[in-house]
């Protein structure tokens, strides 16, 4: 695994975009950058069409298992030895290097610690859990002082738009989090502006019935015979093809349909946040943009 830092916020500023490359393949991603979750399969189905990758037909995808999922060894091979747990890549058997987590309360001290220890990447938790954000602010800018700036920053359970900015505002670089999938069951549309042209309100006046300035409650009856898109400027599936009176519909039938087409929405409008995040660090406007999203 490489990654490279490709800038850094002026100023003083720790927002940085980077790219993050895995295998002789080159298969690499932009960061900032959101990792999407899924439930995995039984090891078995995965051993027996020879990985992930040949189950999901993604070959050109990076997967991580999260800190949270238990690593087993395949029951073929040898996956594990003592030098740790190892996985089928298309550039071949790569071996898991040393990912550091850091959990519990006492953030700075380990990450005091293990800045010094080293490793390839670091995986910071234990965030979410009901911390003030000005705490959260706080034990982010004090972890990431600790850290190596060249190695790439992983934080779990910071999902919410303005805990992302947040994140990347203290130098994080990847984000783990079931945001989207809470929000889609909950029947909640992501509505708010993702591009640094976005600064009117989408559809006229916002309306935020049940919802906020980020999020519409679909579920609500204001929406019964709303005929426009979520968002205007929105090009994904949903909102090319469907209203809010549609998906409001569907939701109060209790129809599976609804939390597909909000999942397809959700994930693309939270993938052009990222996007944009990207691009607001490269032009050097990642406040002015920070400012305006929330």
Request: hydrophobic share 40%.
């Amino acid at each position: 695994m490489r990654f490279v830092v490709t800038k850094v916020c002026s100023g003083g500023g720790k927002a940085r975009a980077g790219a993050l490359h895995i295998g002789g393949g080159g298969i690499g991603i932009e960061t900032p950058a959101l990792l999407l979750s899924t439930q995995g399969p039984p090891v078995k189905t995965i051993s027996a069409i020879r990985g992930l990758r040949g189950m999901l037909g993604l070959p050109d995808h990076i997967l991580v298992a999260a800190a949270s999922d238990s690593i087993e060894s395949l029951p073929s091979s040898d996956a594990t030895n003592k030098f740790g747990a190892s996985f089928e890549t298309p550039s071949g058997r790569r071996l898991v290097g040393k990912t550091i987590r850091l959990y519990g309360v006492d953030f700075l001290h380990e990450a005091q610690y293990m800045g010094q220890f080293g490793g390839r990447d670091f995986w910071i938790a234990g965030f979410g859990l009901g911390e003030s954000i000005e705490e959260r602010c706080s034990l982010l800018n004090a972890v990431t002082d600790c850290l190596p700036p060249e190695k790439p920053r992983l934080v779990s359970r910071l999902g919410l738009p303005e805990e992302v900015l947040e994140g990347v505002a203290a130098g994080i670089d990847l984000f783990d989090s079931t945001y989207i999938y809470q929000l889609t069951m909950g029947g909640f549309a992501l509505v708010f502006p993702v591009d640094m042209v976005e600064r009117e309100m989408q559809n006229g006046i916002l309306n935020t019935s049940g919802g906020d300035s980020t999020k519409i409650n679909l579920r609500a009856t204001t929406y019964r015979k709303d005929t426009s898109r979520l968002v205007d400027s929105c090009n994904c599936f949903t909102c090319q093809n469907h209203t809010r009176a549609y998906l409001n519909h569907l939701l109060n039938v209790h129809e599976m349909l609804a939390q597909i087409l909000l999942e397809i929405h959700n994930t693309h409008h939270y993938l052009r946040f990222f996007h944009s995040i990207r691009e607001a660090i490269k032009v050097g406007e990642f406040d002015l943009f920070s400012s305006g999203v929330c």
